[in-house]
């Protein structure tokens, strides 16, 4: 079984909609992390957290929020879609050492 | 401002010769470095790593090589394999920064038979 699973895998969607992605991890890890990947651009930080009560914004926060229901879960939402928004979005988990572990990400198309 | 910039957003390589991938980066406070190699379909997977009181690792066919002065690292691969074809991705953190990582753009590299 996957470390880290994602859900949905993909999704299309329209301007407005709120939308949730989801994030589960069985690697025991603290941290986790939302990133986004766009051509040309490599992962960029959506948002991180290192416990359950601690949540930071990262590089690209605008439009976006998160939670982090319990150690294993972390939730990404788009309160209301933008077509700008259509990227790939990756979970991450780390252990506060050096690597982190990325989940096999989902496909985002706001239309 | 890009912190971390991989200038060839492609390369393609004959099965057998050397792959070399760069990486440049602007934040002197950047201590360690890693290469993520991606599928796809697939999330990026840890390849290899260097910390900056090294300027070189090595882990089988894959190198590492820091040059501090230069703010520049690369990625060698000998001999390239056509299961190496991927989006590489390089990617720096600062120490004492909660594990952070700056990611640069990729390089989709093609291994060809």
């Known amino acids: 079984d996957a470390d880290v699973t994602q859900t949905p895998r993909n999704r299309i969607t329209k301007t407005g909609k709120r939308i949730m992605l989801e994030c589960s991890q069985t690697?025991?890890?603290?941290?986790m992390y939302w990133y986004r990947q766009d051509p040309g651009l490599g992962l960029r930080l959506i948002y991180y957290?290192?416990?359950?009560?601690?949540?930071n914004k990262g590089e690209i926060s605008d439009g976006y929020s998160v939670s982090r229901q319990a150690q294993a879960k972390f939730s990404l939402s788009l309160e209301s879609a933008i077509p700008n928004q259509t990227a790939l979005y990756f979970c991450?988990?780390?252990?506060?050492?050096?690597?982190?572990?990325f989940g096999p990400g989902t496909r985002l198309t706001v239309l | 401002d890009q912190q971390v910039k991989q200038n060839s957003p492609s390369l393609s390589v004959q099965e057998g010769r050397i792959s070399i991938l760069n990486c440049d980066y602007t934040?002197?406070?950047?201590?360690?470095f890693l290469w993520y190699k991606k599928y796809p379909a697939e999330g990026p997977t840890f390849l290899i790593s260097?910390?900056?009181?090294?300027d070189k690792n090595e882990d089988g066919r894959f190198t590492v090589f820091l040059n501090k002065s230069a703010k520049h690292l690369s990625l060698h691969i000998v001999p390239s394999q056509p299961g190496d074809s991927a989006v590489y991705f390089c990617?720096?953190?600062?120490?004492?920064?909660?594990?952070?990582?700056?990611f640069g753009g990729g390089t989709r590299l093609m291994v060809k038979p």
């Open positions: 991450a988990t780390g252990d506060g050492n050096n690597e982190q572990f």
């Open positions: 690697k025991g890890h603290d941290r």
């Open positions: 957290s290192f416990d359950v009560k601690d949540i």
């Open positions: 934040n002197s406070m950047f201590d360690y």
């Open positions: 260097i910390s900056s009181i090294k």
């Open positions: 990617a720096a953190r600062v120490n004492n920064a909660g594990n952070m990582l700056t």
